[in-house]
């Protein structure tokens, strides 16, 4: 009898310490890469850049911290990337992870860590807590060729924790002849009174509409490329918000080897949708190819302006959404027409000259003719 009591008090004891260690009930982490992007490099004509978009997926522990303070868990990263075999760059992340704040609904912020000593919030994305996207781009040693192999492998630095699973920890592409990746971009900004005005003298104000394109290209694969536009008055921000869907998800599923303006997949937002078509993309270089393209309307209400203020949007990619790639950067910002908000032909001051400014005229001079 009195062995068997002993025997169940060893038992208990060891539940109870375990019950608020992290070391011994901990989180679990994994490393996924995302995608992988092969794009022109942009100091080196004719050289290319490789570029890894990786996270750490966290899963809160079975049993909450009762006592003490929890360390960070160490779950840094290599990324390793190859071309047909070979190693061309190991690139080291350091990433810590506070277990501490795990758990509870997935929703916005869910956790929060250290991304090479800076302070990093983790987001939940697609119901799971992790790093935004975590970029690596590294320069090739030599131009690729199409049938290439391009691979990135992920795997946890010396002393860091494990994954839990490492089917996902690396990413193959077969290089073609032309960039692999996404892009997005700003088009066509103008100009519209919010109420009806004459010749811009003074502060009138104004709607600024745009458009924002997302392509991919050598992919088919599903693409988060969500912005968060940005209006720019005289080189600063302006407070006003923009009104449009910033979630945008790409789901191509044609390489598009040929433009011929057909269907090669679907965007969708906040239960909007979108079709995708083969089209002309242009990079830095001012080289064209054939890309999955859609594009969704956004707009600044109410903004107040001189005839002499310089207006510009800038997009930045949302949270959780892939980043910009290099080469192809200079679409990311859209400004007016030069000169157009004081075009003295512009007569209705919409910031273009179209038909609007003939009905104008006409009817200033029915106006006249109604006055005698």
Not at 27 to 45: E, G, I, Q
Not at 179 to 208: C, H, M, Q, Y
Not at 247 to 259: E, K
Not at 284 to 303: D, I, M, R, T
């Amino acid at each position: 009898m009195r062995s068997t009591l002993s025997c169940c008090c060893v038992v208990v004891c060891a539940l109870t310490t375990g019950a608020s260690t992290y070391g011994q009930i901990g989180a679990t982490y994994n490393r996924v890469v995302r995608h992988v992007a092969v794009t022109p490099d942009p100091t080196a004509p004719g050289g290319w850049m490789i570029t890894g978009v990786f996270t750490v997926e966290a899963t809160a522990p079975p049993v909450a911290l009762t006592e003490g303070i929890a360390a960070l868990d160490d779950v840094s990263t290599i990324v390793e990337v190859r071309i047909n075999g070979v190693t061309v760059a190991q690139t080291p992340f350091t990433l810590q992870i506070d277990p501490s704040t795990l758990g509870g609904p997935c929703g916005g912020t869910c956790g929060s860590g250290v991304t090479n000593g800076m302070t990093a919030a983790l987001l939940c994305i697609d119901g799971q807590c992790q790093y935004p996207p975590i970029t690596n781009t590294v320069p090739t040693p030599s131009s690729l060729q199409p049938g290439d192999v391009v691979v990135v492998i992920l795997s946890p630095s010396p002393g860091a924790l494990p994954d839990s699973n490492t089917a996902d920890d690396s990413r193959i592409l077969t290089m073609g002849t032309d960039p692999i990746g996404w892009n997005r971009g700003v088009k066509n900004v103008t100009l519209t009174p919010s109420v009806p005005v004459g010749p811009i003298t003074e502060v009138a104000t104004f709607d600024v509409f745009f458009d924002v394109e997302y392509s991919s290209f050598g992919l088919t694969e599903q693409l988060r490329l969500g912005v968060e536009p940005v209006l720019m008055i005289n080189g600063s921000p302006s407070p006003i918000s923009p009104v449009g869907c910033n979630d945008w998800i790409a789901n191509p599923s044609d390489l598009c080897q040929v433009c011929t303006l057909f269907q090669c997949g679907t965007a969708s937002c906040g239960g909007q949708n979108v079709q995708l078509l083969c089209r002309v993309i242009e990079n830095e270089f001012n080289l064209s190819f054939c890309g999955c393209v859609g594009e969704s309307q956004y707009s600044f209400p109410g903004v107040s302006l001189l005839p002499t203020d310089v207006v510009k949007v800038v997009l930045r990619p949302a949270p959780g959404a892939l980043p910009e790639l290099p080469g192809f950067g200079d679409d990311d910002n859209g400004a007016l027409p030069p000169a157009c908000v004081t075009c003295p032909a512009d007569l209705n001051g919409d910031g273009v000259i179209n038909g609007g400014d003939i009905s104008f005229i006409l009817n200033l001079f029915n106006q006249v003719c109604l006055s005698q």
